[in-house]
């Protein structure tokens, strides 16, 4: 699994593989107001994309609905080969498996409060992967001293900082073998240097080839990670292409107008 | 012969013979806490997650019943049990009804403070157990009721040892516990106040070092000291690896 991921990366340029996420015709609404519609969106393996948008214009719930933690109310959504939702209806057979594909970083990062880092990497591997305690446990591990937390590892969440507590977040997601990333504005409840601590991890993950989604509000992080900027505006996906077009060379007057009043400084 | 000292003559009550008396009242009450402790937090527990339920038909139900008996005397519920129900044929035994009777009384003062503490965990806890593929009940086990448990603690606590002192009320129905010991000691004796100092004095024996336990819970769950077998397995394991830096 992890070869053919790193193989399809090598390839993601070539237009007919397998993308990791498909979107298609996706429509969601909160009590008859639209939220967004008709959203296409397909994510190579491999590729790193930023959504980015005015708050309230639909990202997040788009992004929820990858791993169908919200339920879309038409069209639909394949992860890799297996089509999770279609045409109203959830098509996956097993939830429990789809978000073990799909892990997912919170903005608030939603770490388990009553159990130090360690055990909190090691809950869902044992109650939703059944995967042994020996073994559960030194996956924690090994995922800790990846994002440089070791020694941080029997610490509760409240005695560490934001970026560690992020870090551990992302480490837990990590830790069912995901093959599909996604990230909630994971860094605007950070200040800088934690952020660089997010994004150097993020990079890592990049260089083996994880495939990430994420939403945020900061441009220049946005500029940072990722490959691909998809702008939402509406609850239609006004704009999309390489990071440094549309944040750089926006095509779209409304593209240019919100870069133009998030890239100043605040 | 009466003495200048006025508490001289107070211990009169050959307290030796009536030892094994007492002690049994004594099991008794410990028997009776601890039945409507287990009672009252089962039924507790449902009825804070029927009125954190989303349907109305759940709910309503659930804060009616802890709206009636959290403001009805724990006495009333305890006549009612013991003497009324006999006579619509339902004939309980005198320790049935005492433990019903707590059961019913205290359920409805713990469901409130489970709710409050099942409310009280933030909703990104859900998301994040169900983003990571866990079950509604895997999520609710392993992630809601141990913050919960944290939050719930010191109510609880409080509400334990107030059902310890409230069982000494089932000496109206003769549950033959402490107090309806003590009230027999009396009779024998003629000495009311110096049975009901020595009672009063076992209470506060036995009431006072189990709610300073409950606090040293309470302080080492706050302080993240891991209770559990498991927890603490799994950190070992943990420790060991990280000492031989896996």
Same mark, same amino acid.
């Given at each position: 699994?992890?070869?053919?991921?790193?193989?399809?990366?090598?390839?993601?340029?070539?237009?007919?593989?397998?993308?990791?996420?498909?979107?298609?015709?996706?429509?969601?609404?909160?009590?008859?107001?639209? #939220?967004?519609?008709?959203?296409?969106?397909?994510?190579?393996?491999?590729?790193?994309?930023?959504?980015?948008?005015?708050?309230?214009?639909?990202?997040?719930?788009?992004?929820?609905?990858?791993?169908?933690? +919200?339920?879309?109310?038409?069209?639909?959504?394949?992860?890799?080969?297996?089509?999770?939702?279609?045409?109203?209806?959830?098509?996956?057979?097993?939830?429990?498996?789809?978000?073990?594909?799909?892990?997912?970083?919170?903005?608030?990062?939603?770490?388990?409060?009553?159990?130090?880092?360690?055990?909190?990497?090691?809950?869902?591997?044992?109650?939703?992967?059944?995967?042994?305690?020996?073994?559960? #446990?030194?996956?924690?591990?090994?995922?800790?001293?990846?994002?440089?937390?070791?020694?941080?590892?029997?610490?509760?969440?409240?005695?560490?900082?934001?970026?560690?507590?992020?870090? #551990?977040?992302?480490?837990?997601?990590?830790?069912?073998?995901?093959?599909?990333?996604?990230?909630? +504005?994971?860094?605007?409840?950070?200040?800088?240097?934690?952020?660089?601590?997010?994004?150097?991890?993020?990079?890592?993950?990049?260089?083996?080839?994880?495939?990430?989604?994420?939403?945020?509000?900061?441009?220049?992080?946005?500029?940072?990670?990722?490959?691909?900027?998809?702008?939402?505006?509406?609850?239609?996906?006004?704009?999309?292409?390489?990071?440094?077009?549309?944040?750089?060379?926006?095509?779209?007057?409304?593209?240019?107008?919100?870069?133009?009043?998030?890239?100043?400084?605040? | 012969?009466?003495?200048?000292? &006025?508490?001289? =003559?107070?211990?009169?009550? &050959?307290?030796?013979?009536?030892?094994?008396?007492?002690?049994?009242?004594?099991?008794?009450? @410990?028997?009776?806490?601890?039945?409507?402790?287990?009672?009252?937090?089962?039924?507790?527990?449902?009825?804070?997650?029927?009125?954190?339920?989303?349907?109305?038909?759940?709910?309503?139900?659930?804060?009616?019943?802890?709206?009636?008996?959290?403001?009805? &005397?724990?006495?009333?519920?305890?006549?009612?049990?013991?003497?009324?129900?006999?006579?619509?044929?339902?004939?309980?035994?005198?320790?049935?009804?005492?433990?019903?009777?707590?059961?019913?009384?205290?359920?409805?003062? @713990?469901?409130?403070?489970?709710?409050?503490?099942?409310?009280?965990?933030?909703?990104?806890?859900?998301?994040?157990? *169900?983003?990571?593929?866990?079950?509604?009940?895997?999520?609710?086990? *392993?992630?809601?009721? &141990?913050?919960?448990?944290?939050?719930?603690?010191?109510?609880?606590?409080?509400?334990?040892? =107030? @059902?310890?002192?409230?069982?000494?009320?089932?000496?109206?129905?003769?549950?033959?516990?402490?107090?309806?010991?003590?009230?027999?000691?009396?009779?024998?004796?003629?000495?009311?106040?110096?049975?009901?100092?020595?009672?009063?004095?076992?209470?506060?024996?036995?009431?006072?070092?189990?709610?300073?336990?409950?606090?040293?819970?309470?302080?080492?769950?706050?302080?993240?000291?891991? @209770?559990?077998?498991?927890?603490?397995?799994?950190?070992?394991?943990?420790?060991?690896?990280?000492?031989?830096?896996?």
């Amino acid at each position: 699994m992890a070869l053919e991921t790193l193989g399809s990366t090598r390839n993601k340029k070539t237009a007919d593989a397998q993308p990791a996420v498909r979107i298609s015709g996706l429509r969601k609404s909160f009590d008859g107001r639209l #939220v967004f519609g008709g959203i296409d969106l397909d994510v190579p393996v491999g590729r790193i994309v930023s959504i980015i948008g005015q708050s309230g214009g639909g990202k997040t719930t788009l992004m929820r609905c990858v791993n169908l933690l +919200e339920r879309p109310d038409g069209g639909s959504i394949a992860i890799g080969d297996e089509t999770i939702f279609a045409d109203g209806g959830v098509t996956c057979r097993d939830l429990a498996k789809l978000r073990q594909r799909v892990g997912m970083v919170f903005q608030r990062f939603n770490l388990f409060p009553h159990l130090t880092a360690v055990e909190n990497v090691v809950l869902a591997q044992m109650h939703a992967a059944a995967i042994g305690e020996r073994e559960a #446990v030194e996956r924690a591990v090994r995922l800790l001293t990846r994002v440089g937390l070791a020694r941080r590892a029997m610490a509760y969440p409240e005695r560490m900082s934001g970026g560690e507590q992020q870090r #551990v977040a992302i480490a837990r997601a990590l830790a069912l073998g995901p093959t599909v990333l996604l990230f909630d +504005e994971p860094t605007s409840a950070l200040d800088p240097e934690s952020t660089g601590e997010v994004l150097r991890v993020m990079r890592e993950l990049a260089k083996d080839g994880m495939t990430m989604i994420l939403v945020t509000h900061e441009l220049p992080f946005a500029r940072e990670v990722s490959d691909w900027v998809v702008f939402i505006d509406g609850g239609r996906i006004i704009e999309q292409g390489a990071a440094a077009d549309v944040l750089d060379r926006p095509r779209e007057a409304r593209t240019a107008a919100y870069v133009a009043r998030y890239a100043a400084p605040a | 012969m009466t003495s200048s000292l &006025p508490f001289a =003559d107070l211990f009169q009550v &050959p307290w030796n013979e009536y030892a094994s008396n007492l002690g049994i009242g004594l099991v008794r009450t @410990l028997g009776y806490t601890v039945a409507s402790f287990i009672g009252a937090t089962v039924l507790g527990l449902g009825l804070a997650l029927m009125r954190l339920n989303h349907l109305r038909v759940v709910r309503v139900p659930a804060a009616l019943y802890t709206e009636i008996f959290k403001n009805v &005397p724990l006495l009333a519920i305890i006549f009612l049990t013991y003497f009324g129900l006999p006579s619509v044929g339902v004939k309980l035994n005198v320790f049935v009804a005492g433990v019903l009777s707590l059961v019913l009384f205290y359920a409805a003062y @713990l469901s409130e403070i489970f709710r409050a503490a099942i409310a009280g965990i933030h909703p990104g806890q859900n998301e994040a157990a *169900h983003a990571l593929g866990l079950g509604r009940g895997t999520t609710f086990g *392993h992630v809601v009721l &141990p913050q919960a448990l944290r939050l719930a603690l010191p109510g609880t606590n409080t509400m334990f040892v =107030d @059902l310890i002192k409230s069982t000494s009320l089932l000496v109206t129905i003769s549950a033959a516990e402490l107090m309806t010991e003590a009230q027999l000691i009396a009779s024998e004796t003629f000495r009311a106040l110096e049975v009901y100092l020595v009672i009063a004095a076992i209470y506060f024996a036995v009431c006072y070092p189990v709610s300073q336990c409950l606090l040293w819970l309470e302080r080492s769950i706050q302080a993240g000291v891991p @209770l559990s077998l498991g927890r603490r397995r799994r950190l070992g394991l943990a420790r060991a690896l990280l000492e031989s830096g896996v």
